[in-house]
């Protein structure tokens, strides 16, 4: 299914790629800089957390607790450097800040923290917990009449995680239309292939078998994210899921679809070598 918007102009998708690129360059650097983080899985997502802060979700950075605001969960809460580069980018706080991410006294920590960082809407890095809590969320703002929307990132490893699913039944149970999750199904998780180590497929079926409506694409591709994501807001009696493909490490030849680069930092020469491909695309 080809999961396009023909009203995006040409410009705007291309601000968007860039932007991904620019969220890339950030994390690194950030994971560079702290000498730990998680290269892999944040360069995987950078598109699909583009496309959210930067087009499609109703957000405002200088009112960050807005109560009709949607939320953004990112469940697999390991890939903060890109939440963060996110936030900072979209004017929630200072690009600076970032410099100090993991400082004792700084407001971003190792996993994102709900009471520290503003425009963070849930304290994760325990994987697993990010589909209950956005069901509980939109519950909440179905209680209160709210028109948000709740968007929630999940890694494909995390899916092996059978709280996911106790989370994905409650979902579709209530009919959570306003739900919207998105998996960024680049296969591989912390030390190996997801296929090798616990195989998911069928994905989509499983998913469907919950009774959540399912949607795929490819999770680099700006303009079927953008699709997808407004598609999806014409469901309102189901959750659902987007799974994304996408390639763990993108950007970084070296780093391509290999799990040693899950959760280190580079050394200068390699980052010196990431920035440069990187910055091509920017
Ligand atoms: C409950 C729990 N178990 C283990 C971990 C350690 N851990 C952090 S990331 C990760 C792998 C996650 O893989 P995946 O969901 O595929 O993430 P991605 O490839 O998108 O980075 C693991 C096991 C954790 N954070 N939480």
Request: aromatic share 8%; glycine share 8%.
């Amino acid at each position: 299914m080809n999961h396009t918007n023909e009203k995006v102009s040409r410009v705007e998708i291309s601000e968007l790629e860039k932007i991904a690129y620019q969220l890339r360059i950030d994390s690194l650097e950030m994971i560079y800089r702290r000498g730990a983080g998680h290269p892999g899985g944040s360069l995987s997502a950078a598109e699909i957390v583009a496309v959210l802060f930067f087009h499609i979700m109703n957000v405002n950075p200088q009112n960050p607790i807005w109560i009709d605001r949607d939320r953004f969960i990112l469940s697999k809460g390991h890939a903060s450097a890109l939440l963060y580069a996110a936030l900072a980018r979209r004017g929630y706080f200072p690009i600076d800040d970032l410099k100090r991410w993991g400082d004792l006294d700084c407001h971003l920590q190792g996993h994102p923290d709900i009471l520290k960082t503003p425009g963070v809407d849930m304290t994760s890095g325990i994987l697993g917990h990010g589909i209950a809590i956005s069901a509980g969320l939109c519950l909440a703002a179905r209680a209160k009449d709210k028109p948000y929307r709740v968007y929630t990132l999940l890694g494909d490893g995390e899916c092996q995680g059978g709280i996911i699913w106790e989370g994905a039944m409650l979902a579709s149970k209530y009919h959570l239309g306003n739900l919207t999750a998105i998996l960024d199904y680049n296969d591989v998780q912390l030390d190996g292939f997801v296929h090798d180590i616990m195989p998911m497929e069928p994905l989509a079926q499983k998913w469907k078998d919950f009774k959540w409506n399912v949607l795929e694409i490819d999770g680099h591709n700006v303009k079927e994210i953008i699709g997808a994501l407004e598609a999806v807001k014409d469901v309102k009696d189901q959750p659902t899921m987007i799974i994304a493909h996408t390639v763990k490490g993108k950007g970084v030849s070296f780093m391509e679809n290999k799990s040693t680069w899950h959760g280190k930092a580079p050394t200068r020469q390699q980052f010196e070598q990431a920035r440069q491909e990187l910055e091509r695309m920017v």
